[in-house]
């Protein structure tokens, strides 16, 4: 090998070779050669020099007639068809002379050392200005997989040649300023994975959406990896938690998502390969175990160590082997760039009303204007600036006209998809695999694209007023009192991870029941006492499951497990339910199981259900969804808080209760608060400190049960205070009780958002945490900090006993 110029063996570069080979091969050669002890299997393969590409310009004045292309493509000739007449020249052109002699005879040696006479390859164009941190060229140029024979093969690498002019890299490096022919192009040639016959997939290093980088996000899908990366299907979504991960005894998968999978690429028998249905089985079923999860993710984690940044990588599984292997691996080049002292947030300003489709959500941003329904890519200057571009899925040929969107809305693709990279890329929303928008969205009605609403995109009808806002996290005052977030969707907590916040101070397990497990856990205990409607519903939402209980096991762990790791290590406080007894009956099958009360507010509520015979069995359900996320997913930073407990009697059953389940205060760090939103909370506050290791001020039922005001009464709302002196008094006493037996004290609410002077009189109180919705955070910490400057500290200094440590 070593008398070759023109052809090097994955096992001889490294990362010095991108000048060389371009940045995939190199990558290869790199993963090759320096984590294969790591484990990390990488199938064997070769690459061709730039010289080789560079010796191909050289001949007949091709290098001449190609600037001669550009020069009019810039004087107005359209792009289509300037990358048409460049990649024709480039195929007219006969290879270097020794170049398919060198690419059969590497080919050759790949066949002695696999045991085959004529392996599959995947043949992949590798830019020598791709992959790198400040470049994104990936996908610009073609890929050819299951290419059989040293006649498909060195036609394969022709036509990788002339990919590098494909219309979208001729638009990227004028977008960029990269000189057209000082970008030259190697070829990999790698033995194929049978994942024809398993799954294939992508795997980023970081949450793609928000940067989040704790977690490792593995995409799945039936067949070749092709289809996930065109945003063909909608895939499976594995998310890893990283810190779990070093610990064998732990599972570190923290959510996960089975997506449609609708469609797989296979191979064909005559080589190459095509696009096929999936069966019922398979779209039903997870592509990936836990333990094959594991293991990528580990892969992931020693790469992204190795280069010592975020990485995007691809990977496949052999349906013969059983084994697993990485087939890619890139610098990720977009969240790793954006600022991490500036938070960008934008909110819709009024109502929008019911959704007309829902999808997955790319990037955080909202969008609007008429719909440009498309089949197929047009002439940029066919597409309006501003609309928003509506179509089945896009590839490269579609990049000129997504640069002119407002926003992007395919029918098909997940976060992986070329829709979602590109998206993000440009920084435009995009609403991905909803499935049937090209049929249920108007052409040039206007729409509101949100993907500000979680991990879930919205499309609405209209021009809904917005706001957009950034916020310099660098000038975010430094305060003693602690400052944390309310927190109840569990989709939109990674966005949050940059606030400087202390945790989570109010996480509530209401909405995560309502909007993940949609059904009252009785119900799934007992369907022999519903309707058959309801049955029915129990049944479609619970498919594949036959213990119904492990379902709203799995669902809740999951929700909350995603907002603890969005604060690791600090705390996340989790309240247990706390719906009302007419809340809980618009559940799924909730009616049998729910009575009816002349005032569910200060009836059958919070700490009184969980040792009833009416909910206990529900109550365990939450129990072990709360220890799998301590005990086996890691998440020690979880507290568990216990609402509207009445008596000290009653905070015993329910503590005892919690044991029996598993959750013993003190064991693995386990710390239990109570809610301090009733009377007897504070007048008891000894008793009741000498049960929980903390309190948070519900300030609404406080003021109400204190006052003796329903707080949804029209009537009597101008007597609904919080700030009033029997309140405030109550939280002093409350604080100063707390504090004399060691315990801390937090309030979660609204109120120090909308008035300074309530935020003063906490400070001034002594207390130790405020929590706040992510939107109001920085607002309140200035609050606090000017508070706190006013006010000379005596005594011990905030937060030595303060909620969450």
Not at 497 to 505: I, T, Y
Request: aromatic share 6%; proline share 6%.
């Amino acid at each position: 090998m070593t008398s070759r110029h023109y052809v090097i063996p994955f096992a001889e570069l490294g990362r010095q070779d991108i000048p060389s080979v371009g940045g995939k091969n190199a990558s290869l050669g790199e993963l090759t050669a320096h984590l294969g002890a790591a484990g990390v299997r990488v199938p064997p393969g070769f690459a061709t020099t730039a010289q080789a590409y560079e010796e191909l310009l050289a001949a007949h004045g091709l290098r001449a007639s190609i600037e001669d292309q550009i020069a009019r493509l810039r004087d107005g000739t359209p792009l289509a068809e300037v990358g048409r007449a460049i990649r024709a020249l480039i195929l007219r052109e006969p290879l270097p002379p020794s170049l398919p002699g060198e690419i059969v005879t590497a080919y050759e040696d790949l066949a002695r050392g696999t045991g085959g006479e004529a392996p599959s390859v995947a043949v992949r164009s590798s830019a020598t200005a791709e992959d790198l941190p400040e470049a994104s060229f990936a996908g610009q140029q073609d890929t050819y997989l299951n290419v059989r024979g040293p006649e498909q093969l060195l036609e394969s690498c022709h036509r990788c040649f002339a990919s590098l002019f494909t219309d979208r890299a001729i638009d990227y490096r004028e977008r960029m300023g990269f000189d057209h022919l000082s970008v030259a192009l190697s070829v990999g040639v790698q033995v194929m994975v049978r994942a024809d016959l398993a799954g294939a997939g992508v795997i980023f290093t970081l949450d793609p959406e928000t940067g989040f980088p704790d977690v490792i996000v593995v995409s799945a899908a039936w067949g070749l990896g092709e289809t996930v990366v065109s945003g063909q299907v909608d895939p499976d979504e594995y998310t890893v938690f990283k810190p779990s991960l070093e610990n064998p005894s732990l599972n570190p998968l923290i959510d996960m998502r089975v997506g449609a999978k609708r469609r797989k690429t296979v191979y064909m028998d005559s080589g190459l390969t095509h696009t096929v249905d999936t069966t019922p089985t398979e779209r039903a079923q997870r592509v990936l175990g836990d333990d094959d999860i594991r293991l990528l993710a580990g892969w992931a984690r020693a790469v992204e160590e190795h280069y010592g940044c975020p990485m995007d990588l691809e990977w496949a599984k052999d349906g013969v082997t059983g084994e697993l292997a990485i087939v890619q691996a890139r610098p990720e080049t977009v969240q790793s760039r954006r600022r991490l002292t500036a938070i960008r947030e934008c909110r819709l300003e009024a109502d929008p009303g019911r959704p007309l489709i829902e999808g997955t959500a790319v990037g955080e941003a909202i969008g609007q204007g008429p719909v440009v329904r498309l089949t197929a890519p047009v002439a940029r200057e066919a597409f309006p600036e501003g609309g928003v571009l509506v179509t089945s899925l896009t590839d490269p040929d579609w990049e000129p006209v997504m640069k002119r969107a407002s926003a992007i809305i395919t029918d098909h693709g997940g976060r992986t998809s070329h829709a979602a990279i590109v998206s993000r890329e440009l920084g435009v929303p995009a609403v991905i695999g909803t499935g049937s928008a090209t049929r249920v969205l108007t052409q040039g009605s206007d729409v509101t694209v949100s993907c500000a609403e979680g991990d879930r995109g919205r499309v609405y009808d209209g021009l809904i007023p917005y706001e957009e806002r950034e916020t310099d996290l660098s000038a975010v005052a430094k305060t003693r009192t602690r400052i944390m977030l309310n927190l109840a969707d569990p989709s939109a907590a990674l966005r949050w991870w940059r606030l400087p916040a202390d945790g989570v101070g109010l996480a509530r397990l209401e909405f995560i029941v309502a909007h993940q497990v949609k059904a009252h856990p009785m119900a799934l205990l007992h369907p022999e006492e519903l309707d058959a409607d309801d049955r029915r519903g129990i049944e479609r939402l619970t498919e594949g499951y036959q213990d119904r209980g492990a379902y709203f096991v799995d669902r809740l762990s999951r929700g909350v497990a995603r907002i603890a790791a969005s604060r690791w290590p600090d705390p996340v406080v989790v309240r247990t339910s706390d719906f009302k007894t007419n809340e809980y009956a618009r559940l799924l099958g909730g009616r049998p199981f729910e009575p009816d009360e002349a005032n569910p507010m200060i009836g059958w509520r919070g700490a009184s259900r969980y040792y009833s015979d009416g909910y206990r069995e529900g109550f365990a359900l939450e129990c072990r969804a709360l220890r799998r996320v301590r005990d086996e997913m890691g998440l020690t930073n979880v507290v568990v808080m216990i609402p509207f407990c009445r008596t000290p009697g009653e905070a015993d059953r329910v503590l005892d209760v919690m044991g029996e389940q598993g959750l013993r205060r003190g064991q693995n760090g386990l710390k239990v608060y109570v809610m301090a939103e009733i009377p007897s909370n504070i007048i008891l506050v000894r008793d009741f400190s000498e049960r929980f290791d903390g309190f948070s001020i519900g300030s609404n039922d406080l003021t109400q049960l204190t006052l003796g005001v329903d707080r949804d009464s029209e009537a009597l709302a101008h007597l609904f205070d919080e700030s009033g002196p029997a309140v405030t008094r109550s939280i002093e006493r409350l604080v100063a009780g707390a504090h004399e037996a060691g315990r801390g004290v937090g309030l979660c609410g609204q109120r120090p958002s909308d008035d300074p002077a309530f935020t003063e009189f906490l400070v001034k109180a002594g207390i130790d945490s405020i929590s706040v919705a992510p939107d109001s955070f920085a607002t309140v910490k200035q609050h606090v900090a000017r508070a706190e400057s006013t006010r000379t500290q005596g005594g011990r200094s905030l937060g030595d006993t303060g909620l969450g440590v």
